[in-house]
Structures are given as C-alpha cells and as structure tokens.
C-alpha cells in the first residue's frame, strides 16, 4: 500500500506535534501532546490518532468513538520510534530513513486495523 508521510507539522512555540500517513484510501491524523519546554527536552505526554477519509470526513472507531489513545506498551513502542524520527542520525541520513518511517507506519497501521473496521 503506498503512503505519503508528513512528520512534525507544528505550529511555533506550541507543544502539540501534528504527523499525518497519507495512504490511498484514508489518511491517519496523530497529534502528539508534549510536556516541558519544546526546545529543551520536552516529554511525550499522550499521543492520539484519528482516521480520516480524503474528503477529511472522521471514521468511527469500533466502538464509535472518533479517536484512539494509544496507552501502556504500544505508547511505549511509539516513543521509541518517533525518537528514531527525531535524531540527528535520521535527519542527517546516517541511518536508513526508508526502514525507519517503515517501522513507523506499520505500527500506526497495526493499531489503526485494531481499532477500525475499514471497508
């Protein structure tokens, strides 16, 4: 499946980070809450994903809810792989950037086929 990946779209002097996975059919909204000061360590508070059709209509979850939490080891996972996206090494391409945003976007998808029923 292919996918656009647009990390970090935030606004100045804000604590709340915007990524978006755009796949062909649905694109995932993941907003990260940051506590401290953004430019001096700052800590991952809670981190939220919503699913969205191209026409930005919200997709239920399977309870009904329009958003995800992600909590307890899969928060855990996620900061570890936006810690990867984050580094100076992904920045500056020492690493293989290709299999990090991999790693990123099968987690995402795994929880978002957890937590929705797609069509």
């Keep these: 499946m292919n996918y656009t990946l647009e990390l970090s779209t935030q606004e100045s002097d804000s604590n709340i980070v915007f990524n978006t996975i755009v796949f062909d059919p649905f694109k995932v909204n993941i907003v990260e809450r940051y506590v401290g000061r953004m430019n001096f360590h700052p800590k991952l ?30 928060f855990e996972t996620y ?11 992904y920045k500056n391409r020492l690493i293989n950037r290709q ?21």
């Design 45 to 74: 508070s809670y981190v939220l994903f919503k699913v969205r059709t191209l026409d930005n209509e919200i997709i239920k979850t399977k309870e009904g809810n329009g958003r995800v939490k992600i909590k307890g080891d899969h």
């Design 79 to 89: 900061q570890k792989l936006i810690q990867v996206l984050n580094s100076y090494d």
């Design 99 to 119: 299999e990090a945003d991999q790693n990123y976007v099968h987690f995402i998808l795994s929880l978002v086929l957890a937590n929705y029923q797609l069509n």
